[in-house]
């Protein structure tokens, strides 16, 4: 009787740990099978933004559309963690392409991620830019830190808050594996 209880007991609480541990994380935070740098790798597209609980995705599409490659480099020498973002946006009234490269990192017992959105180049216009782009909460010559809300291979959920109190929810969704 008495080793019945605590099989019963063990059971209950392996149950209560996987609920409960398994909220950010697909595989759970505890339990995770996959390191966040095999999850997060890849292409992604912003499929959702919203500032203070308006959906502005639209805007973004309309004015930056950018794509983020996450790659963990684990085949280099170097083993850093390289973001790479691109697509269109305006500049004085003009269509233009961007491309950058920086690095990202995981914080906060990777509850947060770091992107650098550093360096970057512009194409379509003739003289050097170096004015920050973009769409908060991506603008270039910035670094931004996100709270992870989700992680699984094919989705990346992130809160920012700004310093004026603007909250931002970006939903990004993988497009391809790198």
């Known amino acids: ?70 790659d963990d480099n ?4 170097q083993k850093e963690q390289m973001l790479d973002f691109g697509g269109k946006c305006y500049i004085d009234d003009s269509l233009v392409q961007i491309i950058g490269e920086d690095m990202y990192t995981f914080d906060n017992n990777k509850k947060e991620l770091y992107l650098g959105l550093f360096g970057y180049y512009v194409f379509g216009i003739n003289s050097y830019q170096s004015d920050s782009i973009g769409m908060n909460p991506f603008i270039t010559g910035s670094a931004r830190f996100f709270d992870i809300i989700k992680l699984t291979p094919t989705d990346l959920w992130l809160k920012k808050v700004e310093t004026n109190g603007d909250e931002y929810i970006v939903k990004l969704k993988q497009i391809s594996e790198l």
């Open 1 to 70: 009787m008495k080793t019945k209880s605590i099989k019963n007991i063990f059971t209950l609480a392996l149950i209560l740990f996987i609920a409960f541990g398994c909220g950010r994380y697909e595989d759970g935070p505890c339990i995770s099978f996959r390191s966040v740098l095999d999850r997060i790798e890849g292409e992604y597209e912003v499929v959702y933004l919203s500032k203070n609980d308006i959906d502005i995705t639209q805007n973004w599409k309309d004015s930056c559309d950018w794509h983020f490659y996450f």
């Open 74 to 77: 684990e085949n280099t020498p």
